[in-house]
């Protein structure tokens, strides 16, 4: 089975970028899956931030879109976020998950990585 | 946006007791809908796709039931193990969590 592990930097200053990596291993990430970004602030309900397929579709939050890009680096078997103009509300644990075609249910996830966002 | 609404907030339980946890949608969602688990530390496990549909390795003491904009969950005998925050997500219009049932046992 796929399995996930996200990588990064666990400090970013206000109004810099959030860049984060997600390394699939145990398969290959030119499968046929979305590979998605879901993120969880403090003591909330996850929230989704977008995915992205083999071919480099992607589908954003709208409430994320003008901060996110979400892009797929098939030779290094590994997915990227980037968040910009960053402030504390985005304060989290990022995780990054994969789901299939047959439905939107993610069923593999990685273990996380937490972004404190500050000076 | 779609809110999704999750009640209780906490269910205490006791072992062996069953457990119903209610999740409302905003809006109607079909049969769009999602229930993971989730212990401290740890990433949420999908639980049911589809509203009813089990994940791989769920026990079969869990369900799922519902349709439109009204889905629960239920543990029919709960275990020690089951203990955990779980949420509900849509997948009807983009993907939107609720804010978690926390079961305490």
């Known amino acids: 089975q796929v399995q996930l592990l996200e990588s990064g930097p666990g400090l970013v200053k206000p109004s810099e970028t959030l860049s984060l990596t997600c390394t699939v291993s145990a398969d290959s990430i030119n499968s046929n899956y979305w590979w998605n970004w879901v993120r969880q602030a403090p003591g909330e309900g996850p929230e989704w931030i977008g995915e992205?397929?083999?071919?480099?579709?992607?589908n954003y939050n709208p409430s994320l879109r003008s901060r996110v890009n979400i892009s797929i680096d098939k030779a290094k078997n590994q997915f990227s976020l980037r968040l910009t103009s960053v402030t504390a509300a985005d304060t989290a644990v990022y995780y990054c998950?994969?789901?299939?075609?047959?439905?939107?249910?993610?069923?593999?996830w990685g273990q996380g990585t937490t972004v404190t966002v500050s000076s | 946006e779609i809110v999704m609404t999750q009640s209780p907030a906490t269910l205490s339980v006791s072992p062996g007791e069953r457990a119903t946890l209610s999740c409302r949608a905003g809006?109607?969602?079909?049969?769009?809908l999602a229930w993971y688990q989730q212990k401290p530390g740890q990433a949420p496990r999908l639980l049911f796709y589809g509203a009813s549909n089990r994940a791989s390795g769920v026990p079969a003491r869990f369900s799922g039931s519902g349709s439109g904009s009204e889905f629960t969950l239920t543990i029919s005998s709960l275990k020690s193990e089951d203990f955990g925050t779980y949420y509900c997500?849509?997948?009807?219009?983009?993907?939107?969590f609720g804010q978690g049932t926390k079961v305490e046992i």
């Open positions: 998950a994969s789901r299939g075609l047959e439905h939107f249910g993610m069923d593999v």
């Open positions: 997500q849509q997948y009807s219009i983009w993907r939107t």
């Open positions: 992205i397929n083999r071919s480099g579709s992607t």
């Open positions: 809006q109607s969602i079909s049969y769009s």
